[in-house]
């Protein structure tokens, strides 16, 4: 019996990216990504193991090397245009917010269960992490753009950042591409 169970959803890629290394928080838009066990290449997340941050503080002391789950950020273009709504914005810039992929189709994105996959049409597959909390520094860079818009970010974000992810299968996905949802086949963890 397969672990994990395809379902009807699939997010179409409408947008991709990659934060440089030593570039802030802004992402470059791309056309397509080739993504390998690290992550992307020479991006500000790449790497098979990460330093822990303050995400992680109640687990590890910050900087202790640590297995990257978070590679990529994924945003839903739904999710996205609430986050403009309630900022007051016609539209959110994914390169303000570090974006690596934005997927249009999946309902409720930010909340798919952690260990859900998404799976490209050459096998290249990616395993949810987390919801990406929101923080201050995406404030920051839609504020160069839009002044005074910049703390609106963090609590209209709250519920819709998208998730943290990382490469299971490398391969490539390009703009227009759907990736299928599979979901863990176990049931909510009820203590």
Same mark, same amino acid.
């Not at 179409?12 to 802030?24: F, H, K, M, R």
């Not at 992402?27 to 397509?32: R, V």
């Not at 930010?110 to 096998?123: A, E, F, I």
């Not at 391969?171 to 227009?176: N, Q």
């Given at each position: 019996m397969p672990v994990f169970l395809k379902t009807q959803y699939k997010g179409? *890629?409408? $947008?991709?990216? +990659? /934060?440089?290394?030593?570039?802030?928080v802004s992402?470059? !838009?791309?056309? +397509?990504l080739g993504l390998g066990f690290e992550g992307l290449k020479a991006e500000r997340h790449a790497g098979e193991n990460r330093a822990s941050c303050i995400r992680v503080v109640?687990? &590890?002391?910050? %900087? #202790?090397?640590i297995r990257n /789950?978070?590679?990529? #950020?994924?945003?839903?273009?739904?999710e996205l245009a609430l986050i403009a709504a309630d900022m007051g914005l016609a539209r959110?810039?994914? !390169?303000?917010l570090g974006a690596n992929l934005v997927?249009? %189709?999946?309902?409720?994105? /930010?909340? *798919? =269960? =952690?260990?859900?996959?998404?799976?490209?049409?050459?096998?290249v597959t990616l395993t949810v992490d987390i919801e990406n909390r929101p923080c201050i520094f995406p404030g920051r860079e839609i504020d160069k753009a &839009?002044?005074? @818009?910049? =703390?609106? @970010?963090?609590?209209?974000?709250? #519920?819709?950042?998208?998730? #943290?992810? $990382? *490469?299971?299968r490398p391969?490539?996905?390009?703009?227009?591409d759907h990736l299928a949802l599979f979901i863990p086949d176990q049931r909510a963890w009820a203590p």
């Open positions: 179409e *890629v409408v $947008w991709a990216g +990659s /934060t440089p290394a030593n570039a802030g992402s470059e !838009a791309l056309k +397509s109640n687990i &590890h002391p910050e %900087g #202790t090397e /789950t978070r590679q990529l #950020t994924i945003l839903s273009e739904e959110v810039d994914p !390169a303000s997927l249009r %189709g999946i309902p409720d994105f /930010t909340y *798919v =269960p =952690p260990s859900s996959r998404l799976q490209g049409p050459d096998g &839009h002044a005074g @818009f910049g =703390p609106k @970010f963090k609590p209209a974000a709250k #519920t819709r950042r998208g998730i #943290t992810a $990382w *490469v299971e391969g490539a996905l390009k703009l227009g």
